[in-house]
């Protein structure tokens, strides 16, 4: 039994940050911007509501357009690394909003690798034949982690949600057909958020030194995200015993368009296969995926049957590809 996505959807706030307003708030400029990663615009969600917000939008449309009633809903599983709160878990905010009375659930902290670990994680339930429904969200509201007097990280990321439905199907050649997934803790503190914890539990003192804000070692984080990226992309289609022109797409985690030229050069990909939408969106870490894949959805270039390559590398330091064939018409 294979899982497949019988449903793609998305949400992103109306409210654009473009790199002309950056110039004015830090000392930067577009031409460096757009060149060392290939970002226009972000979008910002208003500072009142939290990502559980922009989830359940997500989630809705993928529900109307399956005509999935909440009530089916057996899993919902959400990747974000900006719960609306520690405690509980964003995702009970999103069930409740949903009205998936039925639904479990519960986040998945994978940084930007986060919605592959939630969607390998939903695979299972599914392929075990424990549940017929599964929900997989990855949503993150980074404006809320992001130091925009920080130049070398306010440029970077953006706010977003995308979801898509796991459904069983008795068809082995579609759906999710194999992933690779790693993690590495080596690489744990090249990319954190250090205060809000219990090291070091929020306090005037993490405050004062702005320790509830997202810090990387970009050069590092860089280094390891084309070596990873590339060689699990490489590796899933070679071991699947497919050619360079097999595959219909690659949509890569959108994190540097640099990344992603090197991931997509190393299997061999011309650009017209390569899914890039960080222009519009900046990197939204678990959002960026499923946003690239409801994108390409809706732009009517999926067709069924089409092989496509997920890869992401992130906070932890995780990474992973994702082979699945697509089952939507
Ligand atoms: N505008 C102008 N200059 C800047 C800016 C800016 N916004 N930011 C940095 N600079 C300067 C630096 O201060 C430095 O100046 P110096 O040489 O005088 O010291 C110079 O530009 C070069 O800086 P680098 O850090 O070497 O720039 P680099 O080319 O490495 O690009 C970047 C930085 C974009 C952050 C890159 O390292 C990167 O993309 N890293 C990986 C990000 C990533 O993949 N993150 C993982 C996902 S996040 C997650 O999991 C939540």
Redesign the pocket.
């Known amino acids: 039994m294979r899982a497949i996505i019988s449903g793609v959807g998305h949400y992103v706030p109306d409210k654009i940050l473009s790199n002309s307003d950056l110039e004015k708030m ?4 577009d031409e ?2 757009t060149s ?2 290939g970002i226009k615009e972000r979008r910002i969600l208003d500072k009142e509501k939290g990502t559980s917000y922009m989830a359940t939008k997500a989630a809705q449309v993928v529900l109307e357009e399956t005509r999935t009633s909440p009530e089916e809903l057996d899993l919902i599983l959400l990747a974000t ?1 900006t719960p609306d709160m520690p405690v509980p878990s964003a995702v009970s905010f999103v069930q409740r909003d949903l009205g998936a009375s039925n639904s479990w659930g519960f986040d998945i902290n994978g ?2 690798t986060g919605f592959m670990c939630a969607l390998t994680t939903g695979t299972q339930f599914i392929e075990s034949g424990r549940h017929q429904k599964v929900l997989v969200i990855g949503a993150d509201k980074m404006s809320a982690i992001t130091n925009y007097e920080d ?2 990280t306010c ?2 990321f953006g706010d977003a949600a995308g979801a898509v439905l796991l459904e069983s199907s008795g068809k082995d050649d579609l759906g999710i057909q194999d992933f690779i997934m790693h993690l590495d803790g080596a690489g744990a503190e090249s ?1 954190t958020i250090a205060g809000g914890g219990s090291i070091y539990p929020a306090s005037h003192e993490t405050v004062d030194k702005k320790m509830h804000y ?1 810090y ?1 070692d ?2 590092t ?2 280094k390891h ?1 084309v070596v990873g990226m590339a060689d699990v992309s490489a590796k899933i289609v070679e071991r699947n015993n497919l050619g360079d022109n097999d595959i219909r797409f690659f949509i890569p ?1 959108q ?2 368009y ?2 992603i030229d090197a991931a997509a050069k190393k299997i061999g990909l011309d650009p017209e296969r390569v899914v890039i939408n960080i222009n519009k969106y900046g ?1 939204t ?1 678990a959002a960026t995926i499923p946003l690239a894949m409801s994108e390409t959805y809706r732009s009517n270039k999926l067709q069924k049957g089409d092989w496509v390559v997920l890869a992401a ?3 932890g330091f995780t990474w992973g590809s994702v082979l699945l064939r697509w089952a939507l018409d």
């Open positions: 830090v000392d930067t400029d460096w911007i060392r990663t690394v940084g930007c130049r070398t440029v970077l990319l997202i990387q970009g050069k984080v860089f995200a985690h994190a540097n640099r990344i990197n870490t590398f992130g906070a």
